[in-house]
């Protein structure tokens, strides 16, 4: 049985934080642009605004809303969200996160308001009878006008391993064994996913050689595929085998866990510390220790809160 956490999505939330230039080469894909791999990638704050959500007991809760990937090119922004199943909520999620977005970038007058609504699109890392081929929202109007806001899908099960290659779409190669899911965690015929794996275990390492991967970028991918293998395998007979054809194990022992928090730790605080003798604003601060160590919002609000009292 497969473990019942959020790998999926950390992997894809950690890959845009600490490697948004590979979304690049994704932007072009999904959206049909050309921008450089050099291209100036932004991340946007997409975590702290808050929706009502109907409970169970038919009352009314606040909760937070998180967007996986919002991401500023040039002028453009884009809306990127990675699902494993449509749960059937998804079109009213892309709706509201579209409208919040485009309520920051508002232009307005007396009388007057322009919204500029994002491009956006769902990654589906898996593939079922339900998922649908694209995401339609429908601006229904009192006079009867309806405008489709819609855009098409990402199903990963449509891409083939050379096309990832050939495009350079990295971030969707953790995920592609997604499709070997029960192959993987039922301990079945997995000679498949071992070529599959080698195959883009030696692709990366080529475009590492050839300078389009940088080390942390192959070292990364290479751990994500990881972790997304043993949320599948749980620790069953096809785990071990699976994990070291991309190289080393996912295994932490318990100095090395000690070790890497005490890392992050130090980093955290050299970064609090030299942004506040700068003058820099806690917001700025908070960005720094997302992009430079990988930290979520949470992570990155207590580190600013331990380490920004000692300076006041």
């Known amino acids: 049985m497969q473990k019942k956490t959020s790998d999926y999505d950390n992997v894809f939330k950690t890959m845009k934080m600490k490697h948004k230039r590979l979304f690049v080469s994704v932007i072009n894909d999904i959206f049909v642009r ?4 050099d291209a100036k990638v932004e991340i946007l704050p997409s975590e702290g ?3 009502e959500n109907e409970t169970a007991d038919g009352s009314e809760a606040i909760e937070e809303r998180v967007s996986d990937f919002l991401i500023k090119i040039g002028s453009e922004i884009y809306l990127l969200e990675c699902q494993s199943y449509d749960d059937g909520s998804m079109a009213i999620r892309m709706a509201e996160y579209s409208f919040i977005i485009a309520r920051q970038f508002a232009a307005w007058d007396i009388g007057h308001v322009v919204i500029p609504m994002p ?9 079922t009878e339900r998922t649908p081929k694209t995401t339609i929202i429908t601006f229904s109007f009192p006079d009867g006008r309806t405008i489709d806001y819609k855009s098409d899908n ?3 099960e449509d891409f083939t391993k050379e096309e990832i290659i050939e ?3 990295f971030p969707y190669i953790p995920f592609y ?10 301990e079945g015929y997995i000679e498949n996913v071992i070529e599959e794996l080698a195959y883009f275990r030696d692709e990366m390492v080529r475009l ?3 300078e389009e991967l940088s080390d942390d970028e192959l070292i990364d991918l290479k751990g994500f595929v990881n972790t997304i293998i043993t949320h599948i395998a749980n620790g069953n007979k ?3 085998r699976l994990v070291n054809i991309m190289g080393g194990t996912i295994i932490e022992t318990e100095s090395e866990r000690l070790i890497r928090c005490g890392m992050t730790q130090g980093q955290a605080q050299m970064i609090v510390e030299l942004g506040q003798e700068d003058g820099l604003d806690d917001n700025t601060i908070l960005e720094r220790l997302q992009e430079k160590i990988g930290l979520s919002a949470e992570e990155a609000g207590v580190y600013l809160k331990q380490y920004g009292k000692q300076l006041v």
Do not use: G
Not at 34 to 37: A, G, T
């Open 167 to 169: 495009k350079r779409l």
């Open 208 to 210: 590492h050689q050839a």
């Open 49 to 51: 605004y808050l929706t």
């Open 119 to 127: 491009e956006f699109s769902v990654i589906y890392v898996k593939r």
């Open 154 to 156: 990402v199903i990963l």
């Open 238 to 240: 096809n785990e071990e």
């Open 34 to 37: 050309n921008y450089s791999k």
């Open 177 to 186: 064994i997604a499709r070997y899911e029960k192959e993987i965690a039922s």
